[in-house]
């Protein structure tokens, strides 16, 4: 049985075209036995009719020598390979959460245009099981709750359940990132957290407290893929900001929640915010197994400018919290991690851990991705899953 999954575009109708191979029966460039095959392949359309005039307009990317081949439409939706290539789930990142078990199982949940589409997928990766539902509207929900009463820390381990929406990633199963749930499929994390990482590598893991902890109710996803805000800059640290897309959708009808967004244009100067994440405790130190909180204030960008830092880093991006005398600080394992604020019982996420000189040293507060500046871009991209 087949228990890889693969991913699947939260769209509506499905629509299966033969597509013919410009360069069939051409040899793939380096090969001297791979060529190009005419193949099948089926298209989930935004408010398509089966029988409407929506077969056209399709693209085909430069072809590569990796054997396969993006296939676009109105919504990507799948590969061509070359005969004689192995279909890896890997290579399939855009197609639907798809897992093990019988045909038969799913013919009598699916209609016949979606047939298609899961026999294709079958042919890539054997026997599948069930498409993850596309919900055709979204449950009630409430995001920001905690069902641990709050309470103020400092560096300390933070109340069982206290913050829900945070996320952990693994990479290669080994512990590296954060990141904080904002919906149904989608996580934020920092850019530095996924650039240049190989998603078929990385794990998130919900619903975990303390991590390594045998005996807790953790889920652990995969990743569908990743966006890494266009204009990250590896050099500054400007629009330091990812989306994570995994696999599957979470439930929030139990313990887990997403975390609210920020309102637009408030810079939360003066605030009281938490900052939350399993890094290490200190400089250069051991990474922490319980979650933890810290406390900090939230700076203006004129007086973060004015610390020791050098004024021209610190962009409109960015975001500086923490105490000009050090002692308090979110440290090395934290990125990606949220800092929130708490306004009427529900908590906000205004900043994205991003980077910072040491930890908690004096004059250099912990620099943070400004959420609210990425609002707009963080609901373009998220279209198709569920908010609360």
């Not at 973060?304 to 962009?315: A, D, E, L, S």
């Amino acid at each position: 049985m087949n228990k890889y999954a693969i991913t699947v575009i939260n769209l509506l109708v499905c629509v299966s075209v033969v597509y013919s191979n410009v360069n069939y029966p051409k040899l793939l460039s380096g090969y001297s036995n791979k060529n190009w095959n005419n193949q099948r392949v089926s298209y989930n359309h935004a408010n398509a009719h089966p029988n409407a005039n929506n077969q056209d307009n399709y693209n085909v990317n430069n072809y590569n020598d990796n054997g396969n081949k993006d296939v676009d439409s109105a919504g990507l939706m799948g590969k061509i390979f070359a005969r004689g290539f192995k279909k890896s789930p890997s290579d399939l990142v855009d197609l639907g959460l798809v897992t093990s078990k019988k045909n038969q199982d799913l013919e009598k949940k699916l209609g016949t245009t979606q047939r298609t589409f899961v026999e294709w997928i079958q042919n890539i990766v054997g026997t599948t099981t069930t498409v993850a539902s596309i919900p055709k509207e979204c449950p009630k929900c409430s995001c920001g709750t905690s069902s641990t009463p709050n309470k103020i820390v400092g560096g300390h381990d933070a109340g069982m359940d206290q913050f829900p929406w945070m996320a952990y990633l693994t990479y290669g199963g080994k512990f590296y990132c954060a990141a904080c749930i904002i919906s149904d499929r989608f996580l934020l994390t920092a850019a530095h957290c996924v650039d240049r990482f190989d998603t078929f590598k990385m794990m998130v893991h919900v619903g975990d407290f303390e991590r390594g902890n045998k005996t807790s109710k953790s889920t652990a996803y995969r990743v569908e893929s990743v966006i890494k805000h266009s204009g990250y800059s590896l050099l500054n640290y400007n629009n330091d900001i990812a989306l994570i897309k995994i696999l599957g959708r979470m439930k929030f009808d139990g313990p887990l929640k997403p975390v609210c967004l920020p309102e637009r244009g408030s810079t939360f100067a003066g605030r009281n915010a938490s900052v939350t994440g399993w890094g290490a405790i200190e400089e250069s130190g051991a990474l922490a197994t319980k979650l933890q909180e810290v406390v900090v204030p939230i700076l203006s960008n004129n007086e973060c400018r004015g610390t020791k830092y050098p004024p021209k880093r610190i962009t409109d991006n960015m975001l500086c919290a923490g105490f000009l005398d050090g002692g308090r600080d979110s440290c090395q394992g934290d990125s990606g991690g949220p800092l929130h604020i708490l306004e009427d019982n529900t908590y906000h996420v205004v900043g994205i851990v991003s980077w910072g000189e040491g930890c908690a040293l004096e004059g250099y507060p912990g620099v943070y991705s400004r959420v609210n500046r990425y609002i707009t871009w963080i609901e373009r991209s998220t279209r198709g899953s569920c908010f609360c």
